[in-house]
Structures are given as structure tokens and as C-alpha cells.
């Protein structure tokens, strides 16, 4: 795992800690910081545009198999276990992954699978979901990376399967804010220009819904027949 992958891993395995003795990660970060009102408006946007957003559940819930690529905690937070796809997470956090795993046994449901992995090596064989999740994710990987991570979500994604990507908008008013916040938490965002990463989506997928705004999302769907 490389240096930039290895912080990020640490900083979510942090949160998970500090979730776990029932504190927030924004416990100890400066006043100043976190009511800084592009913060506190760049928070409540947070709650409102993350993997429980009922358009992503309308474009990938349609049977098969869902992979969940950078999973965090979305299946405890939106379980997605009660989704007509069955969930598969990947995540490059072991102790989140740990926490996730508990929660399967806690609640007795039935996945097909938590793995810690890479986004840019996934160990399924090709074309093997007909649905995949990318939230959240891109924006912290450089570039050489994204474009890796992009190949192997085109690997793994079956012709005709759908496929729901998220990146910053490094022009956004509220990106400085996204930033600041990030390198407070230890997992600062990396720039990547929105256009170039539209233009490796479009070599293999085609663009069903584009949503505008300080994380720009795209929903697309393979080419090809199912």
C-alpha cells in the first residue's frame, strides 16, 4: 500500500476509534475551525449528499451484486444490506472493516462479503458486478491512482451494469473549506480536475445523470449488452 493510501487508511481507522468510545471526529479540532461557517455549511452538505441518497439507490438498486468500493461504514449507516443487490464492501481500513464485520454479526445479515482491498486492485474476477458504489472515495487519490482505480472499476463492472462515481469540484467556493477540514483530519483531499476524470468515464460508460455542486456525482452505465 502506498504512502498516501496507508494515511488515509490510519485516519479512518482513528474515526473509528473515536466513534467507538462515543466521540466525533471533529472532538478536539479548533473552535475556530469547525464554526467556520464554509465548515459548517460544508457539514450539513455531508449529511445530505452521501451513500444513503435515495437517486443512488433508484440507478444501482436493480438486483445482482453490489460492490461498495471505499465501503467506510455505509452498510451500518444505510444498510444497504436491505437493498435487492447483494452488498459486497471493500475498504483499505482494517479496523473499520473489523467494525463493519461486527455489525454483520451483531444483526445477523446476510452479505456477500467485507475484503480489505485497493480500489486499483480489486481481487474479483471481470465483469463480475452488475452495480458499483465509488463515494467518497476519489477525491483523496492522486491522479496516476485515479486513472488505475478507474480501469478496475471498468474491469469488474459487467456490460450494461451501472456505476455511481463522486469527485470534488476543485472550483467550488466551498473546496478551500473541504480542504482545510481534511488536512485537520488527516485525510486532505488531492486535487483532480473534474473534466479529465469525465473524459476516462466516458471511454468505457455512458453518463445517465451528472449532479452539479461541491462534490459533482456521476451515474452512469456500461456500454455494452448485459
Known sequence: MDETLDRLAR?????????????????GLPRKLVEDPAVVELLELGRRVNSGDPALREHLDRGGRLLDVGCCANLANYRLDR??????GVDI?????????????????????????????????????????VIGVCGYLTRDYTARCLDELERVTAPGGRLAVDLPDTGHRL??????????????????????FEEQLLKSFDIQRRDEGLIIRWLLRKRGKQ
Open 83 to 88: 437493498w435487492s443487490t447483494r452488498y459486497h
Open 175 to 196: 473546496h478551500p473549506a473541504l480542504v482545510r477540514l481534511g488536512r485537520a483530519l488527516e485525510r486532505p483531499p488531492l486535487p483532480i480536475e473534474p473534466g479529465w
Open 11 to 27: 485516519a479512518y481507522d482513528r474515526t473509528v476509534e473515536l466513534r467507538l468510545r462515543g466521540r466525533s471526529p471533529l472532538d
Open 93 to 133: 481500513a482494517g479496523e473499520l472493516l473489523g467494525a463493519m464485520a461486527a455489525f454483520v454479526r451483531r444483526k445477523g445479515l446476510e452479505i456477500g462479503g467485507l475484503i480489505r482491498a485497493e480500489a486499483a486492485r480489486l481481487p474479483f474476477t471481470d465483469a463480475s458486478f452488475n452495480a458499483v458504489a
